[in-house]
């Protein structure tokens, strides 16, 4: 795979809290590639990703975002990713309209263009008939779409998803995943770790496996079935056997790395 055709790359990435959480990770994502990064509670899912989004500093190794050293230009390499995670962080004094402006502000975008991407994000959204309401309001499920609206604003060519569809009802996740799949049919990379299996199964062209913080297998359904031994089998039945040849103590010290 060409360094030009990733839109992340990782190498020999370590984080250690009390123990180690992430281990000497290797990890490739195309551009315009849609990845689902699985693994079990504490496998250290949310830390790669935190570190990728410039969250968290790693202890050793290197992360290029779309060609960008994220240590030696952590600022150019930010305005290209985007962040959404199971938490939406949106402020509830301001309606949908008011929080995407100014999220566009902070970015620079040009008052004009971020107009059209909102009212663009928010009705790809189904958030149009609530646009001038107070956030403060708004279900959880409701949140996380303003927020991966906010996250979506400044037009980002890697957007990193950590359990995006948590608090979602059938609805809404529908329009989430729609949301998805256009962005990335605009050739936007997704990275996205769920523990909804099916929505891994469904939507990613490769998926990566990750257990006490390293990557034990990846490829395509088909190609993980071969590697379990498991041909024909769904991706639960793959990824419990996976792991299962995998497991070792459980890493303490990593606060919500699921």
Known sequence: ?????????????????????VRGLDLKVKQGEFYAL????????????????????????QITVCGINTATDPVAAKRLVAWVSDEPMVYDRLT????????????????????????????????????????????????????????LIH???????????????????RQVKNVLLEKVSAGVTIVMTTHILEVAERMAERIGVIASGRLIAEGTLAELQAQAGRDGSTLEDVFLDLVSQHEVPSIAGEKSAA
């Open 1 to 21: 795979m060409s360094d030009l055709a990733l839109a992340l790359d990782i190498k020999a990435l370590k984080k250690t809290f009390d123990r180690p959480a």
């Open 96 to 151: 949908p309209l008011e929080y995407l402006e100014f999220i566009a502000g902070l970015w620079h975008v040009p008052a004009e263009q971020a107009e059209t991407r909102a009212q663009e994000l928010l009705g790809w959204l189904g958030l149009m008939p609530h646009a001038n309401e107070r956030c403060g309001g708004f279900s959880k499920g409701m949140l996380q779409k303003v927020a991966l609206a906010g996250a």
């Open 155 to 173: 037009d980002p060519r890697l957007i990193i998803l950590d359990e995006p569809l948590t608090g979602l009802d059938a609805g809404s996740a």
């Open 38 to 61: 699985l693994g079990p509670n504490g496998a250290g899912k949310t830390t790669i990703l935190r570190m990728v989004a410039g969250l968290l500093q790693p202890d050793e190794g």
